[in-house]
């Protein structure tokens, strides 16, 4: 079994800070590609960054500049730090991560809940 749990979130004021975690929990696991996405209300689920194993990443256009991804591989655990938040960027943020469970299995994309970011005055 694979858990994917996201903790952080809530309401700030526009141009203020706030911090995501994401932890990949089970037996004998590889996790590989780790991710944040966000999904508004009557909008697509889009890609916020993503970061391997490698710690390259990737950022949406968007978010350049002021949201900052990270890793911790002995934990399984990313963080997303946003900076400079704007109305915009309200909505579910959700963490995925790519994982072998068993060591002959496949690799799997598993998602975590989601955790509300509310941007506003």
């Known amino acids: 079994q694979v858990y994917v749990v996201e903790y952080g979130g809530g309401v700030m004021q526009p141009g203020g800070s706030l911090s995501l975690s994401c932890d990949v929990s089970?037996?004998?696991?590889?996790?590989?590609?780790m991710g944040w996405y966000r999904q508004a209300p009557g909008q697509q689920r889009e890609m916020v960054a993503t970061?391997?194993?490698?710690?390259?990443?990737n950022y949406v256009d968007s978010v350049q500049g002021r949201f900052t991804i990270s890793r911790d591989n002995a934990k399984n655990t990313i963080y997303l730090e946003m900076n400079n938040l704007k109305p915009e960027d309200t909505a579910v943020y959700y963490c995925?991560?790519?994982?072998?469970?068993?060591?002959?299995?496949?690799?799997?994309?598993?998602w975590g809940q989601g955790t509300q970011v509310t941007v506003s005055s």
């Open positions: 970061i391997d194993r490698l710690r390259n990443t």
């Open positions: 995925k991560a790519n994982v072998r469970a068993d060591p002959t299995g496949s690799r799997i994309d598993y």
């Open positions: 089970g037996e004998r696991l590889r996790v590989f590609d």
